[in-house]
């Protein structure tokens, strides 16, 4: 693990301290997890971008996925 500084606002600082302190946990170890949450939520943002790119360049065709039908399982039967 490294050591890095980082420049914050007095607000955000306080407000870090003050959550960290409810979740008993230190300010590091919440930036962390903050920091791995946002970096998942990027990847995931990535993701949808190129599936929705693909389903554009390649728009479902009509009856594309009717074979599947009967495999589905509603739960309302």
Do not use: C, N
């Not at 606002?9 to 903050?34: C, G, H, M, N, Y």
């Not at 993701?47 to 039908?69: A, C, I, M, N, T």
Request: glycine share 4%; no cysteine; hydrophobic share 35%.
């Amino acid at each position: 693990m490294r050591t890095i500084q980082m420049t914050l606002d007095d607000d955000l600082v306080k407000s870090v301290d003050r959550i960290a302190k409810e979740l008993k946990t230190t300010r590091s170890a919440f930036a962390r997890k903050a920091l791995r949450d946002a970096i998942h939520q990027m990847q995931v943002r990535r993701l949808e971008e190129r599936h929705r790119k693909g389903y554009q360049s390649k728009p479902v065709k009509k009856g594309e996925f009717d074979v599947w039908e009967a495999a589905q399982a509603w739960g309302d039967e």
